[in-house]
């Protein structure tokens, strides 16, 4: 669709064809998108600046395929660290090293590279939307102390809040509550001029820690750290962490200062815990949800950008094309969105990710231990094996195997 086709009279008793509410990344992704297609686009949102806020730091894997697909890579590169190597460790021993090409970036940083390339027919309205209305023909955003933004489509990107979502009769419902807790901090060389690596993940060394895996990477001109555990946020540990993150991260994971060296935290330890959630009455009139407002993510798990971008890739893509093509917002336009083989495809490889996350880092039946066992030498093996002959290891690693241990 070019912008002079789009841009044509807007239907009775509506000032713009979709209103996007939530401007973090998949409502600014949207917008971009849609925008560049010639819709005419209202995206709300309190911050005008978005502010320093801990969420996604590193873009990697289809992440890149998927932002240079629609055209956003040349932006995030811009703005971000790129890195190609990551040195991974386990007790102290390195399992093996992943090379491909990695962005490490602060999220508010992320946010405003995107925004920066919204096209014209885009407005943006900074402001704190009070109550969304949804119908068949019309969508009403109220705004405190604005006119209300009229819409012949409303896109909800609002993350995990659930006070809009509720407006239009949506509910979420939990899979896993505090699935997982994420640990966010800054670090320097101690008693050295660099760190042994740049990058770094160093993975928990006993079931009963609960750590998945230690990030270390470069990000917004600093070594940024981000640690994914398995624990009750109640956990005294877990106040040992915030208030002495080096001291109890050297306790828990003896080996890391051999194998990364001795660093200083240089701020305050940001933390995130995270439910599992599904949006559930969701194919209703007006109204489609993206990203964290239809399913949250596991953070450890990795796959919480790669939802978010399927989500955006085709509902822009694909779907609104469809539905601005007649007239009328029906519920049974929005489902071909919630229904499409794609999106389901990729939430579902979201939900089974999370779950082996959290088994192969805390789960103790015999079938994970034996699983545990198998999947961390198979990767050390195969790290013997690449220093001999990197031909006949990557062979070994393109044997098929289940999906889900391919990602790991």
């Known amino acids: 669709m070019t912008a002079e086709q789009s841009l044509g009279p807007l239907p009775a008793g509506t000032d713009t064809e979709i209103a996007i509410v939530g401007g973090g990344l998949s409502g600014t992704l949207a917008a971009t998108l849609l925008g560049r297609s010639g819709y005419r686009v209202t995206l709300i949102d309190r911050h005008p600046v978005f502010p320093r806020e801990f969420r996604v730091e590193k873009i990697a894997g289809d992440q890149i395929d ?22 991974n460790v386990r007790k102290g021993r390195v399992l093996d090293r992943t090379r491909a090409r990695h962005y490490g970036i602060f999220y508010d940083d992320l946010v405003a590279a995107m925004r920066a390339e919204l096209p014209k027919t885009v407005r943006f309205v900074a402001g704190r939307v009070s109550a969304v209305e949804a119908g068949p ?29 509720r407006d239009v009769g949506i509910e979420r419902r939990f899979v896993h509550q505090r699935q997982s807790l994420t640990f966010g901090f800054n670090v320097r060389p101690a008693g050295a001029s660099a760190f042994k690596h740049p990058a770094l993940t160093y993975y928990g060394e006993r079931v009963s820690d609960g750590i998945d895996y230690l990030n270390f990477f470069p990000a917004g001109g600093v070594t940024r750290a981000n640690l994914f555990v398995f624990r009750d946020h109640t ?14 991260l050297i306790e828990t994971l003896p ?18 815990l995270t439910d599992i959630t599904v949006a559930e009455n969701c194919k209703r009139d007006g109204v489609v949800l993206i990203g964290d407002a239809y399913q949250t993510s596991c953070p450890a798990a990795g796959t919480g950008v790669s939802r978010l971008l399927t989500d955006v890739e085709r509902l822009c893509m694909v779907h609104v094309p469809q539905w601005m093509a007649s007239p009328g917002m029906a519920a049974a336009k929005i489902a071909t969105f919630y229904d499409d083989p794609m999106k389901q495809a990729m939430d579902e490889r979201g939900l089974e990710m999370a779950n082996f996350r959290r088994s192969l880092t805390i789960d103790t039946d015999l079938r994970w231990r034996a699983r545990r066992q198998v999947h961390f030498s198979r990767r050390r093996i195969l790290h013997e094996i690449d220093k001999v002959s990197p031909s006949f290891a990557a062979r070994l690693r393109g044997l098929k195997r289940p999906q889900i241990e391919a990602v790991t």
């Open 137 to 165: 023909e019309r969508q009403r955003v109220s705004i405190i102390g604005q006119p209300d933004v009229t819409a012949r489509l409303l896109v909800l990107a609002t993350g995990m809040g659930d006070i809009l979502r």
């Open 235 to 248: 956990d005294p540990w877990v106040k040992a962490l915030r208030d002495r993150p080096r001291e109890t």
């Open 66 to 87: 998927k932002l240079r697909r629609i055209g956003l890579l040349d932006s995030l590169s811009a703005a971000a660290a790129a890195f190609d190597e990551i040195v």
């Open 255 to 272: 080996g890391l200062i051999n194998t990364f060296g001795d660093f200083e935290v240089i701020d305050r330890v940001s933390s995130w």
